[in-house]
């Protein structure tokens, strides 16, 4: 059997397309490998939101032609978004040596451009490839892709221009995919998008949002739980709390971009919201379950940030009593981001980054100390450990069959950790 390996860069989006990737390779009967040195092919879907990740996945290009040189009926070939950003020219005259470029907004023609790669499937299937496995979760959860590219323009953002306008998934087509990952054994989906909330479809004649398309999830047989990201602020509603507040098959932990808490630097990166309206919405979320866990993504250091935005920023990491966040420094994408007067010098962006993240940290054990004596309704994903509704990793007191959910009461922290019993 011919093997695979992939490396995928960046978000979880990002991961999903490289499930369908190989599940492409799977269709010709190729194995995935964790080792380089034993595959036949490299895939390397590549990620660009942020300067560091382009340059890693270039320079893994850069290193495969070793690889190559080694074996020349090896195939390489470079996906994603960074491949959007340079052209496929550039990559192909930079690296003579890569077999095939295929950027983020071309996914769907991954399986016929491998034809000439690879060879046809053995057996052609009429609709798209779907993955059978997870290459990055548990295999009881499945990343369930609703929505493709973005239609907002937040200034620092390179995605709208790599992944195209939003393109909503028609809900049959999702509800197929969700009951083909039941069949393979998942029982937690999670929802991608970027501003997955924004979900706007026709079923069965009528126009349905986002809460509709969650309530049709929820209804599939096997679906024990439903996570989804990222939600913008701007796209949250009564349907949704309501709906929140309800169905406790939505996970009680939502991840919510902030990017800042000065309004005046949130106006700048064309967010759309103010940081009382964000923290409105955090409000109605824990109105719904009071203690709904929040995470949330910021950026440091937006070009012209003061030191009192940067406060405000602060503010908002201890007002929103955040479970986690990602934190990053800006990273100019344009040429034009880059010539901006007012960058942030690399000291500062660092000092800035580094409080941040101390803030959000000592919340953060704060959170899980909080769990103690509190009962979670955990999701085994493999013997005695899984995951709280709330997305805390969870030790369990026995062994369990991986998809059982049960109720535990948590008795301890232990790094990150938390320890349960289960309560019958
Ligand atoms: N769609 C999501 C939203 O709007 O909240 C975010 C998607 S983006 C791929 C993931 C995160 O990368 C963002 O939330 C932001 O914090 C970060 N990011 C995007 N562009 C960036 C940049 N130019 N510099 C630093 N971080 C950036
Ligand atoms: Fe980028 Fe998210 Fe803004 Fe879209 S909503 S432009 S993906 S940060």
Same mark, same amino acid.
């Given at each position: 059997?011919? =093997?695979?390996?992939?490396?995928?860069?960046? *978000?979880?989006?990002?991961?999903?397309?490289?499930?369908?990737?190989?599940?492409?390779?799977?269709?010709?009967?190729?194995?995935?490998?964790?080792?380089?040195?034993?595959?036949?092919?490299?895939?390397?879907?590549?990620?660009?939101?942020?300067?560091?990740?382009?340059?890693?996945? +270039?320079?893994? +290009?850069?290193?495969?032609?070793?690889?190559?040189?080694?074996?020349?009926?090896?195939?390489?070939?470079? /996906?994603?978004?960074?491949?959007? =950003?340079?052209?496929? &020219?550039?990559?192909?005259?930079?690296?003579?040596?890569?077999? $095939?470029?295929?950027?983020?907004?071309?996914?769907?023609?991954?399986?016929?451009?491998?034809?000439?790669?690879?060879?046809? /499937?053995?057996?052609?299937?009429?609709?798209? !490839?779907?993955?059978?496995?997870?290459?990055?979760?548990?295999?009881?959860?499945?990343?369930?892709?609703?929505?493709?590219? *973005?239609?907002?323009?937040?200034?620092?953002?390179?995605?709208?221009?790599?992944?195209?306008? /939003?393109?909503?998934?028609? !809900?049959?087509?999702?509800?197929?995919?969700?009951?083909?990952?039941?069949?393979?054994?998942? &029982?937690?989906?999670?929802?991608?998008?970027?501003?997955?909330?924004?979900?706007?479809?026709?079923?069965?004649?009528?126009?349905?949002?986002?809460?509709?398309?969650?309530?049709?999830?929820?209804? %599939?047989?096997?679906?024990?739980?439903?996570?989804?990201?990222?939600?913008? !602020?701007?796209?949250?509603?009564?349907?949704?709390?309501?709906?929140?507040?309800?169905? @406790?098959?939505?996970?009680? #932990? +939502? #991840?919510? !971009?902030?990017?800042?808490?000065?309004?005046? %630097? $949130?106006?700048?990166?064309?967010?759309?919201?103010?940081?009382?309206?964000? $923290?409105?919405?955090?409000?109605? $979320?824990?109105?719904?379950?009071?203690?709904?866990?929040?995470? @949330?993504?910021?950026?440091?250091?937006?070009?012209?940030?003061?030191?009192?935005?940067?406060?405000?920023?602060?503010?908002?990491?201890?007002?929103?009593?955040?479970?986690?966040?990602? *934190?990053?420094?800006?990273?100019?994408?344009?040429?034009?981001?880059?010539?901006?007067?007012?960058?942030?010098?690399?000291?500062?962006?660092?000092?800035?980054?580094? %409080?941040?993240?101390?803030?959000?940290?000592?919340?953060?054990?704060?959170?899980?100390?909080?769990?103690?004596?509190?009962?979670?309704?955990?999701?085994?994903?493999?013997?005695?450990?899984?995951?709280?509704?709330?997305?805390?990793?969870?030790?369990?007191?026995?062994?369990?069959?991986?998809?059982?959910?049960?109720?535990?009461?948590?008795?301890?922290?232990? =790094?990150?950790?938390? #320890?349960?019993?289960?309560?019958?």
């Amino acid at each position: 059997m011919k =093997k695979l390996y992939i490396k995928t860069f960046g *978000c979880q989006m990002n991961e999903a397309d490289s499930e369908l990737i190989a599940a492409s390779f799977k269709r010709r009967n190729f194995e995935i490998t964790q080792n380089l040195k034993e595959a036949d092919v490299a895939v390397l879907n590549t990620c660009t939101v942020r300067q560091l990740a382009e340059d890693k996945a +270039i320079s893994m +290009i850069g290193r495969l032609r070793k690889w190559k040189l080694l074996k020349p009926s090896r195939k390489i070939i470079v /996906a994603g978004c960074a491949v959007e =950003k340079l052209g496929n &020219k550039d990559i192909l005259s930079r690296f003579p040596f890569v077999n $095939l470029t295929i950027g983020a907004k071309s996914i769907n023609k991954f399986d016929d451009a491998l034809n000439n790669i690879v060879g046809k /499937a053995k057996k052609p299937q009429k609709q798209k !490839p779907t993955p059978e496995a997870s290459l990055f979760n548990s295999p009881i959860t499945a990343y369930i892709t609703v929505t493709r590219g *973005c239609s907002l323009k937040c200034s620092y953002c390179i995605v709208p221009a790599v992944r195209g306008e /939003a393109e909503h998934i028609a !809900p049959d087509e999702i509800i197929k995919e969700v009951k083909v990952k039941i069949k393979n054994g998942a &029982k937690e989906m999670v929802l991608l998008g970027q501003t997955v909330n924004s979900y706007s479809s026709q079923y069965k004649g009528k126009k349905i949002n986002f809460a509709d398309l969650l309530k049709l999830i929820s209804k %599939i047989d096997g679906v024990k739980r439903i996570r989804f990201m990222s939600p913008h !602020p701007l796209f949250f509603n009564e349907s949704f709390f309501k709906l929140f507040k309800k169905d @406790t098959k939505i996970a009680r #932990h +939502i #991840h919510l !971009p902030a990017q800042s808490g000065s309004d005046r %630097i $949130l106006k700048l990166m064309r967010r759309g919201y103010t940081k009382k309206q964000y $923290l409105d919405i955090i409000g109605k $979320l824990r109105l719904a379950d009071k203690d709904t866990a929040i995470s @949330t993504d910021f950026i440091v250091g937006y070009p012209g940030e003061t030191e009192k935005d940067f406060n405000e920023t602060l503010k908002l990491a201890k007002a929103g009593n955040f479970n986690f966040a990602f *934190c990053f420094k800006y990273s100019p994408r344009t040429d034009e981001d880059c010539k901006s007067k007012n960058l942030i010098p690399k000291e500062i962006l660092k000092k800035r980054l580094d %409080i941040l993240l101390k803030t959000i940290k000592l919340n953060s054990k704060e959170i899980f100390n909080s769990r103690i004596g509190k009962m979670a309704e955990v999701l085994i994903e493999d013997n005695n450990y899984g995951r709280s509704s709330k997305n805390f990793k969870v030790k369990i007191d026995k062994l369990f069959e991986p998809g059982k959910l049960l109720k535990a009461k948590i008795v301890k922290n232990e =790094k990150n950790t938390l #320890h349960g019993k289960v309560v019958k």
